[in-house]
């Protein structure tokens, strides 16, 4: 039972680590609907075209060696996540009940998981034999990977391919594309956790207002989101609070594109807040910062002084 634990702690800390901060652009790739190209080089007087012809290439080769490094980091960091349901799986079958119990909170608690055993056990079950390959397209995401596990392999493999499956798709963009429910075919539980989705929800319904999701950590872990509009940027993050009574709202609202000051706000919100409920309270936030004397009723942070 220990290495079991242990096997799953190094999934968690190497999950931590190397996929979370790759995951960056919305959880695509860089080169991902852009020209991975760089921008060409400008040249000086000393530099001559031979200089600036064998430059490019080797920046290219760079950028495709990173495009590389990143797609394996993002295939590495959904496989760590399947192969930790699938272990469990395994220790289900092969410990006593009262060792499972154990471990699993050990795990939930290390994990931050957060997701119905059952659910958490049928992932791995469905889709531990999954070719390492089709997994650069799937997104990390407990409840995501359980909608992946009630559909046949093919499907999963034409949508990635006509890439209606992405990193960054949401749940509710799941459940449409899948055609699955997030609760399975048998529907939500008598004990099912009304707050388990509200961020996510809340994730897609802000995405269609404007706000990307950003990292470090990227959902279930952590909820951040970006609006970059002139002449005020936005930073929203999402948190439910304790006991899960609502949702904690909290914003940085930059003052322009050319300064890193930024004025902080928070709020706590029913859990039956709305997307746009939200939205509307930033947007009344950053018209405070274009009325006189603001920075007198308000603390600036990132000042460089």
Not at 52 to 65: D, F, R
Not at 189 to 206: G, K, R
């Amino acid at each position: 039972m220990a290495e079991i634990v242990q096997a799953n702690s190094a999934v968690d800390m190497a999950e931590v680590c190397g996929y979370a901060w790759l995951m960056k652009s919305d959880g695509q790739s860089p080169d991902k609907d852009k020209d991975s190209a760089p921008p060409p080089l400008e040249k000086h007087d000393h530099a001559t075209e031979e200089d600036s012809l064998t430059v490019a290439p080797e920046m290219e080769a760079v950028v495709s060696s990173i495009n590389q490094a990143f797609d394996a980091m993002c295939q590495e960091g959904v496989l760590r996540y399947i192969r930790v349901a699938k272990t469990l799986l395994a220790a289900r079958q092969s410990v006593s009940d009262a060792d499972f119990e154990q471990l699993w909170a050990q795990t939930d608690e290390l994990m931050n998981i957060k997701f119905d055993l059952n659910k958490f056990l049928y992932v791995g079950e469905k889709l531990g034999d999954i070719e390492p390959e089709l997994c650069r397209n799937l997104p990390r995401h407990w409840a995501i990977l359980y909608c992946l596990a009630q559909v046949e392999r093919d499907v999963v493999r034409a949508a990635a391919k006509a890439g209606k499956i992405h990193r960054s798709m949401t749940l509710k963009e799941a459940e449409q594309v899948l055609g699955v429910s997030r609760y399975g075919p048998a529907g939500p539980s008598e004990d099912e956790d009304p707050a388990m989705y509200i961020l996510d929800d809340l994730m897609h319904e802000l995405r269609d207002l404007g706000l990307l999701i950003e990292g470090p950590d990227y959902p279930p872990d952590a909820y951040c989101f970006v609006r970059e509009v002139e002449p005020h940027d936005w930073m929203l993050y999402l948190d439910l609070l304790e006991d899960d009574k609502g949702v904690e709202a909290r914003a940085e609202i930059y003052l322009s594109p050319d300064t890193s000051e930024y004025v902080e706000w928070s709020k706590k919100f029913p859990l039956n807040v709305t997307a746009r409920k939200i939205y509307d309270w930033m947007a009344r936030c950053e018209k405070e910062l274009d009325k006189p004397g603001f920075r007198s009723k308000h603390r600036v942070f990132g000042r460089t002084e």
